[in-house]
């Protein structure tokens, strides 16, 4: 096999829990980088103290009953630093079913061609229904208090409905400015970038805020938040776009599909929304093309490193 850190570097964090719990067990998240939350969401207020007792940082996030202003009253949250996991005190006893918020978004794509058969095979368990059910998930605890979405009669209070590229659709009004901004820089570009021309007029549909949980798992999506956005084309080319589809027509090899083969935006588009704080499902292994997903915290991350 490969050197496991780099190959976890290049693919992102869907397949670091599968490759080695050796790996999983040496990584640290310091209380130093509790910075890159703070960068990223500026009008919250993170405050630390360290519990001696349970030998970690308890960290009271405060986030203002108006976004954007940190004058307005704000609701405090308590959680434990938990290698970056933010968790109540109540989980910290089940702080193995967890991952990090932090992990290293890759700039380039893993490429299918260079995997071993023993990463295949590690893909593909992580893909199986049991792991997808019963395995570590993304802690979401952090996210409903920055989002109040505890309930969905809490977090619609906040959904808005917007328009994204022509195409009307529903959001968290945190994400709202940002997403404006992604659309802005898009427009602009496609009026003399063919490629971003095209992929603006070939999109279908830009849906975003949908109440539900993760298809084959017990977590909630970050649709349920309204922080994702799917970007749904008119044609894919005949192209694959979303692993999960992909496994229904290739259930031995879906994770092989080449790159050349799957439908993806314009990198001139995915760059603009890395520079607004979101993330592009294509870049994990277990590839989801049309995903855009608000996480200004991870671009922190490998920016200010």
Not at 91 to 117: C, G, H, M, R, V
Not at 123 to 142: L, V, Y
Request: charged share 25%; aromatic share 14%.
């Amino acid at each position: 096999m490969k050197n496991p850190r780099n190959f976890l570097k290049n693919i992102g964090l869907l397949v670091f829990m599968v490759i080695s719990h050796v790996v999983w067990a040496e990584t640290f998240v310091g209380i130093g980088k509790l910075k890159y939350f703070e960068r990223a969401y500026p009008d919250v207020t993170f405050a630390r103290r360290y519990d001696v007792k349970e030998q970690d940082w308890v960290i009271s996030v405060t986030v203002p009953s108006v976004p954007g202003d940190k004058s307005s009253p704000g609701k405090t949250t308590e959680f434990y630093w938990a290698n970056s996991c933010f968790l109540p005190a109540e989980e910290l006893k089940n702080k193995d079913n967890y991952w990090p918020l932090l992990y290293s978004y890759p700039e380039e794509l893993a490429d299918p061609a260079d995997f071993t058969e023993e990463e295949k095979a590690q893909i593909k368990n992580f893909g199986s229904e049991e792991s997808r059910k019963n395995g570590a998930g993304t802690p979401m605890f952090f996210f409903e208090a920055i989002y109040d979405s505890q309930t969905r009669l809490s977090l619609e209070t906040h959904i808005t409905k917007t328009t994204f590229l022509g195409k009307t659709t529903n959001v968290h009004e945190r994400i709202k400015a940002p997403l404006k901004k992604v659309e802005e820089k898009i427009n602009e570009l496609a009026k003399y970038d063919t490629e971003v021309k095209a992929f603006v007029e070939n999109i279908r549909s830009a849906d975003a805020y949908s109440w539900r949980i993760i298809a084959g798992t017990n977590r909630k999506s970050f649709h349920s938040i309204g922080i994702a956005v799917d970007i749904l084309p008119k044609s894919q080319g005949g192209k694959q776009i979303f692993w999960s589809w992909a496994a229904d027509k290739y259930p031995d090899t879906w994770m092989l599909v080449p790159l050349s083969n799957r439908w993806m935006p314009p990198a001139s588009v995915i760059k603009i929304f890395e520079e607004e704080g979101f993330i592009w499902g294509g870049k994990w292994v277990i590839y989801d093309n049309m995903h855009f997903e608000y996480h200004p915290e991870l671009i922190q991350n490998e920016q200010k490193k």
